[in-house]
Structure formats: C-alpha cells, structure tokens
C-alpha cells in the first residue's frame, strides 16, 4: 500500500513537496516513481528512482526544477517540485515497481494521488 500526500494549490513559482510513505512491502526491494495525469490526458512518468540511490530519471520538462528522493528505512520517496508552472497541474501518483522504468505500466503498487494545483 503507498499513501501519497503534499499536494495543494500553489501559486506560479512556488513549491511542494510531494511524499509517498509505503506499508506491507519492503520498498528497497522496489524502484520507486512519481507519475501524474492531467484531465484528458494519458498518465506519464514525472521521475523514477532506482532501489539504490544515485539512479534517476526526469521527464524532460520537469528536469532541474524537480528532485526524487528516497530512505528506504523509512520506506519513504519524495518529490520535490520547484519553479512550477500552469501546466504542472495534474494528479501526481506514487508507484512502486520491480523494474525502474518511466512507463508507467511496469509499476505493481500505486498510491491514491494528490492533486497539484498551479494557478494565481
């Protein structure tokens, strides 16, 4: 089970930051992704990070402004989100996953989102 909490409403160039705490499952055995989908929208991979830190993927228009993190003893992955834009406005999901990839069909377990919300 993932619970996915920090979203809210934000204003252009603000921040959040974005947590997923897991239970019944070891996370260090698992990649560990943040992904979002917008209304009408296919869902996308935002970031990934592998079971052992150091290895992480960005969707290019997020890269630089956000950073994956995680502590595998506190089964714990974060994102946080700098700079944020309109279009940032989405549903973000935390996954988990046996293979670390951005697709987010390789993923097994998933939160229930939090909705980011970029507006003035």
């Known amino acids: 089970q993932l619970q996915a909490s920090g979203g809210g409403l934000v204003q252009p160039g603000g921040s959040l930051r974005l947590s997923c705490a897991a239970s019944?499952?070891?996370?260090?055995?698992?990649?560990l992704g943040w992904f979002r989908q917008a209304p009408g929208k296919e869902r996308e991979g935002v970031s990934c990070?592998?079971?052992?830190?150091?290895?992480?993927y960005y969707l290019d228009s997020v890269r630089g402004r956000f950073t994956i993190s995680r502590d595998n003893a506190k089964n714990t992955v974060w994102l946080q989100i700098n700079s944020l834009k309109p279009e940032d406005t989405s549903v973000y999901y935390c996954?988990?996953?046996?293979?670390?990839?951005?697709?987010?069909?390789?993923?097994?377990?998933w939160g229930q989102g939090t909705q980011v919300t970029v507006s003035s």
């Open positions: 996954a988990a996953g046996k293979k670390y990839s951005s697709d987010w069909r390789q993923y097994d377990y």
């Open positions: 019944g499952f070891t996370s260090d055995d698992y990649a």
């Open positions: 990070i592998k079971t052992s830190v150091g290895s992480a």
